[in-house]
């Protein structure tokens, strides 16, 4: 399973393909599949992320898609460094956010 992350431009939040836009929100990540280079190479042209890249993914527990690897997971939640800052789970604001 391959989902795709990146950045978004205007804030630096790190951002998910949802299959057909981003989202500040890990959970709404969909697998790409075989289809990950092209959106990436797609959506590096648009120029709508920053740095988009393809990373392996696996199915929670609940269902959900989510990171592989501890490192993604770690940098889906959010800050470390300050537990108050961290991204709520499909927080309405978070786009409101100034970083």
Known sequence: MRILTGNDL???AVTW??????SIHVEDAVD?????DAILAREAAA???NNPYAIDGEKAPDGSVRPAHIKDRI???GPTVRPDLTLKPADPDAR???I
């Not at 393909?17 to 981003?22: A, E, I």
């Not at 790409?32 to 990950?36: I, L, P, S, T, Y």
């Open 32 to 36: 790409a599949g075989d289809q990950a």
């Open 10 to 12: 205007k804030t630096g």
């Open 47 to 49: 120029c709508r992320v």
């Open 96 to 98: 409101n956010w100034v």
């Open 75 to 77: 940098r889906a939640l």
């Open 17 to 22: 393909w949802t299959g057909y836009d981003w």
